[in-house]
């Protein structure tokens, strides 16, 4: 394989920064290839073999985090309620779905994001568009929007905050198998499905009490998670950075994180980010929406997954509840037809992002969910796996998405919407979602019988 860690440079890369200083961007990224990376090639290995187990239905993968984090939101507070709306996702599906859930979450690196344009104007002002905080600052000001090199320094040292303070909480009691008696369960009482939720939640802390009845065994000492982390391998640059090669050994890791992803608007077969992902070790996510065509999908798989390795990738789709019916069948044809070993996540928000009147960009619960459950019936009648999905979501109780138990409208929008790029759900929105996908599967597996 002609590839190296450097080799994307000579390919076309999309959606990349310009910097002021070149030289400055290059002795930034020369010294940040000599620190201590993140994650480590094991640890990728480990995500890798649970993906593939994920993809026979051995497995659940459970994907979410931050549309983009933020430097200034590297805060306990934060971090631990992230990590509490996750950990309580999945535990809810473990005991719901029957399989144990690989834990992915957007964060520890999610700080740069694609944008539609490179320019923003407001006025008679254009001004270069936030692209996250490794790239750039949210306020509209020359020296906030300015591309600064020494943010790619930063967002190591943030990345690596978060990440300590997550595997602090992971090996400690704050994941114990315990938590359903600490959810917030006050929204339940506001949806149609109040009953069902309850008895879940109920046979959740029953099961938890049986288990330790019988082996004698505290869950509180089973209190130990996995997680791992993944953000969009956008930034080249700072990617090809923590771009190591393993002692003793050919592959090359990405090592600022465990599942690097390629977004649609660089999944080019011939562009720089795939040829960067091809190269590299660690198993990948792929965006596939509307504009991927069933033949560009074979081409991205033989690309990036030539030896047809199990738990290598992971195809991630988005279409939107409306489109979803008519686009995924025939990708999911051409990757049967082509013996691709793939592990098949459903991403149903953003497919579902619109603007409202007065220019915010929001999501609804209900499509949000439509496109899911469409989803798991798409699979069921192609005799495919649904194994994961993908969310954007937060443990803090903002109002950026309409609907779900609450009844969230377009007025509660600006009471705590928080996001300078795409709307998520919050707190409860979230483990609602959970609950409807547990609901989703147990009258499946009914209508089955």
Not at 143 to 172: E, F, G, K
Not at 204 to 233: C, K, P, W
Not at 271 to 277: D, I, L, Q, S
Not at 386 to 409: K, M, P, Q, S, Y
């Amino acid at each position: 394989m002609d590839w190296s860690p450097s080799s994307w440079q000579a390919k076309e890369a999309l959606q990349q920064p310009v910097y002021e200083d070149e030289g400055q961007l290059r002795a930034i990224c020369e010294h940040l290839s000599s620190v201590p990376p993140l994650v480590t090639s094991w640890e990728a290995k480990s995500l890798q073999r649970q993906l593939a187990e994920a993809a026979h239905g051995r497995r659940f993968l459970l994907q979410g985090g931050d549309c983009a984090e933020r430097f200034d939101e590297c805060r306990v507070d934060i971090i631990a309620n992230r990590l509490k709306v996750l950990l309580q996702m999945s535990l809810a599906l473990v005991y719901g779905l029957k399989l144990p859930v690989v834990r992915v979450g957007r964060f520890a690196g999610q700080y740069a994001k694609p944008r539609s344009s490179g320019m923003e104007t407001r006025g008679d002002v254009s001004l270069p568009s936030y692209r996250g905080d490794i790239i750039n600052g949210p306020a509209f000001t020359e020296a906030d929007r300015t591309p600064d090199p020494q943010r790619l320094i930063q967002a190591h040292s943030y990345s690596a905050l978060v990440l300590n303070y997550v595997r602090a909480l992971s090996d400690s009691g704050f994941a114990n198998l315990k938590h359903p008696e600490q959810w917030n369960l006050e929204f339940v009482h506001q949806s149609p499905w109040a009953q069902e939720y309850r008895r879940m939640v109920s046979e959740i802390q029953e099961a938890i009490q049986f288990m330790e009845t019988v082996s004698n065994v505290d869950a509180d000492s089973l209190g130990r998670v996995d997680f791992y982390t993944s953000h969009e391998a956008l930034h080249l640059h700072y990617e090809e950075a923590f771009t190591r090669g393993v002692p003793g050994a050919a592959p090359h890791y990405n090592l600022s994180t465990h599942m690097p992803w390629i977004g649609m608007r660089t999944a080019q077969p011939g562009g720089a980010h795939v040829e960067y992902a091809r190269g590299i070790a660690n198993p990948l996510g792929l965006k596939v929406g509307p504009a991927m065509s069933p033949s560009m999908l074979r081409t991205l798989i033989q690309t990036l997954n030539p030896d047809n390795t199990p738990g290598r990738l992971t195809l991630i789709h988005r279409f939107g509840v409306h489109q979803i019916e008519t686009l995924l069948p025939p990708l999911l044809e051409v990757v049967r037809a082509e013996g691709a070993d793939v592990l098949w996540c459903c991403d149903p928000m953003h497919g579902n992002t619109e603007t409202t009147d007065q220019g915010i960009k929001t999501r609804h619960f209900d499509k949000i969910l439509g496109e899911l459950e469409h989803a798991f019936d798409i699979h069921a009648a192609e005799g495919t796996i649904l194994g994961g999905v993908h969310l954007e979501l937060t443990g803090e109780d903002v109002t950026e998405c309409i609907g779900g138990a609450r009844g969230l409208e377009e007025a509660d929008l600006q009471r705590a919407y928080t996001s300078h790029v795409d709307p998520r759900l919050n707190y409860e929105q979230a483990l609602e979602m959970t609950f409807c996908i547990v609901r989703k599967r147990r009258r499946s597996l009914r209508e089955g019988q």
